[in-house]
């Protein structure tokens, strides 16, 4: 990847979408070079969540993991991609 990308997932309902989510960062684990998960803390953990991913290698990989994403109901990603 000649590329530096920033993968964003939202997520609107954790404990519902959680086990799909993971299943597909499992799949492409290859091409995730760093996850953070953002949430919401309240008295117990919110609903929502937004995971960052920092991506590597073959950027036809993270188009496909952000479209099987985008195709669970409630799962939102964007990218940023900087060019180097």
Excluded at 29 to 42: A, D, S
Excluded at 49 to 60: P, R, T, V
Excluded at 76 to 82: Q, S
Aim: hydrophobic share 35%; aromatic share 4%; glycine share 10%.
């Amino acid at each position: 990847m000649d590329k530096h990308v920033i993968m964003g997932v939202h997520l609107t309902d954790r404990l519902r979408q959680a086990v799909d989510v993971q299943n597909l960062f499992t799949e492409y684990g290859c091409y995730i070079k760093t996850r953070i998960g953002l949430h919401e803390v309240e008295n117990v953990c919110g609903p929502t969540g937004i995971i960052l991913l920092e991506m590597h290698g073959d950027s036809g990989k993270c188009e496909e993991l952000g479209a099987k994403l985008n195709a669970i109901e409630g799962v939102e990603t964007k990218c940023m991609i900087f060019e180097h």
